[in-house]
């Protein structure tokens, strides 16, 4: 069934749990989530991100994935992630998406709540959440690398995190405190007690960005602290192509139906893996 996000979060704060948010660009990804999800009898978050929209446009994907969100044995929240253009969040509104996130963490503070209260204001019209950025995390969404920037992170103020909130009116906040999106060159070093006191400043679920390459401890201090969405898509992706090398090292392919195949069940596995560890199960 599809569910809007800001009841699939308050599940994960009633429960203390924490949610995963996996990235679905194609058809595998989709029926891997779900999959995994089902069989853990557990809510799940899919998501697709306007950077991917080369890869896998909006208008091809989004009706599949809530199609697939409302046939779901369990709660579904169908999210947009890292929206940057007004247009492009209406759309998915349009296509009936239940979560949307606004991504002003590169703008000026002010320039952020102000653009961020506009995504409030039109998904108001609508059976859907809204989750805000503060902040700014080392590299990008591509799932592709995570390849060396010119600036570094800077980290979520708890101060102005609650100003933040409140000004805007937000479901859900994503702060940054040491996360980054795409491969970890190296184990990543984080603020959990920065996450700590955002969430009991501001009372809201707090979303972790860049979450796989993290380890399980991390995840469940996290989680403690008041992590209720994990978002989960480079390593997974990674896996995917990893057992289409597999494959195809260890036989001849002629169909590439069956890389697929080899892509989605391996991704299956390592989801059901992530959200076991957010359920503490
Ligand atoms: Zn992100």
């Known amino acids: 069934m599809i569910v809007n996000l800001r009841e699939i979060l308050k599940t994960a704060e009633d429960k203390k749990i924490g949610i995963g948010a996996f990235n679905t660009p194609n058809f595998e990804c989709l029926c891997a989530v779900l999959n995994a999800a ?22 091809a994907i989004g009706p599949a994935m809530v199609l697939a969100a409302e046939r779901s044995k369990v709660p579904v929240c169908v999210h947009l992630d890292h929206c940057k253009t007004m247009d ?21 503070f002010e320039e952020n709540i102000r653009k961020t209260k506009e995504a409030v204001k039109i998904a108001a019209g609508y059976n859907c959440g809204v989750e805000g950025e503060l902040g700014y995390l080392s590299s990008k969404e591509s799932g592709a690398s995570g390849s060396a920037e010119k600036s570094g992170p800077v980290y979520t103020d708890p101060d102005e995190a609650v100003l933040f909130c409140k000004e805007t009116g937000i479901d859900a906040l994503a702060p940054s405190f040491g996360t980054a999106h795409g491969i970890y060159k190296s184990k990543p070093i984080l603020d959990l007690g920065r996450v700590k006191d955002i969430h009991a400043l ?46 195809l090292a260890k036989e001849e392919v002629t169909y590439f ?10 991704m299956e596995a390592e989801v059901l893996t992530a959200m076991k560890i957010f359920a503490d199960i």
């Open 38 to 59: 089902e069989t853990l009898d557990l809510p799940v978050i899919i998501s697709h991100a306007e950077l991917h929209e080369k890869l896998s446009p909006l208008s």
């Open 257 to 266: 139906h069956d890389m697929a195949l080899a892509a989605e069940k391996a």
């Open 88 to 108: 492009y969040l209406e759309y998915a509104l349009n296509l009936g998406f239940t979560g949307v996130m606004y991504d002003g963490s590169d703008l000026p």
């Open 202 to 247: 501001t009372g809201l679920p707090l979303v972790m960005h860049g979450g796989s390459g993290v380890s399980p401890e991390d995840y469940k201090k996290g989680i403690r602290n008041g992590l209720r969405k994990i978002n989960y898509y480079s390593y997974m992706a990674r896996t995917g192509a990893a057992a289409v090398k597999e494959l």
